[in-house]
């Protein structure tokens, strides 16, 4: 198994740019899980799916966030416009199987400048 | 504030055992948790434990859970220069997962 695919792995952008990064959860998995860890912060959820639908979004910071699942293996997070306080690392999980255990992805490195 | 707290920085010398504590706040959580974070990388999970077991062993991997005093350790015996990254501990109810800060072990050789 692959485990959980991010991309990009980094991405360096200016203010005001459209961000969107990808995820493609680990096959079988119903549930998506997308985090951001910063220094200051540490790991804040963002948003939590079941079986495609956003079940708890109260953790994405403003509405220039927004988040999609199209299908059961891909998944997108949208920074629009984006701001020099959204750069931090961006992580999605996936899990499922009956139990809570989250699986990490690599990871995407935001730097917006 | 944090749900979940652990020390930030932890320092042993290899071949030492390392134990890495943590505090939880939440009786009902159903799993607990621990992730190890290398530089540059994701969240790599070491071993998890269910809510109603006292002990887990994983080859060097020691977890110890006292719900009592809602404590959870991570005992790492023989520890090598690759072990040195940071640790968090983490609790879960249903998705609800909740991360300590993290606690960077440095193993000096």
């Known amino acids: 198994d692959a485990g959980v695919i991010q991309s990009p792995r980094h991405e360096v952008t200016e203010m005001g740019q459209e961000v969107t990064l990808r995820c493609k959860p680990i096959?079988?998995?119903?549930?998506l899980f997308w985090y951001r860890q910063t220094m200051m912060r540490g790991l804040e959820l963002l948003i939590y799916?079941?079986?495609?639908?956003?079940?708890?979004d109260s953790g994405m910071p403003e509405d220039r966030f927004s988040a999609k699942m199209p299908n059961a293996s891909f998944s997108t997070l949208k920074i629009q416009p984006s701001e020099p306080r959204d750069s931090a690392v961006y992580f999605c999980?996936?899990?499922?199987?009956?139990?809570?255990?989250?699986?990490f992805g690599p990871g995407t490195r935001l730097t917006v400048l | 504030g944090e749900d979940v707290e652990q020390s930030l920085f932890l320092s042993v010398r290899e071949g030492d055992s390392s134990v890495i504590n943590c505090t939880y706040t939440?009786?009902?959580?159903?799993?607990l948790y621990w992730y190890k974070q290398e530089p540059g990388a994701g969240l790599q999970l070491l071993t998890y434990?269910?809510?109603?077991?006292d002990m887990k062993q994983d080859q060097r991997l020691t977890v110890l859970l006292n719900k009592k005093d809602k404590h959870l350790s991570l005992r790492i015996a023989d520890t090598q220069t690759g072990d040195s990254a940071i640790y968090f501990c983490?609790?879960?109810?249903?998705?609800?997962?909740?991360f300590g800060a993290g606690t960077r072990l440095t193993v000096k050789p």
């Open positions: 999980a996936s899990g499922g199987g009956g139990t809570d255990t989250q699986y």
């Open positions: 096959s079988g998995h119903n549930s």
């Open positions: 799916f079941n079986n495609n639908v956003p079940i708890d």
């Open positions: 939440d009786s009902s959580s159903t799993y």
């Open positions: 434990i269910f809510s109603n077991m």
């Open positions: 983490a609790e879960s109810i249903f998705y609800d997962m909740r």
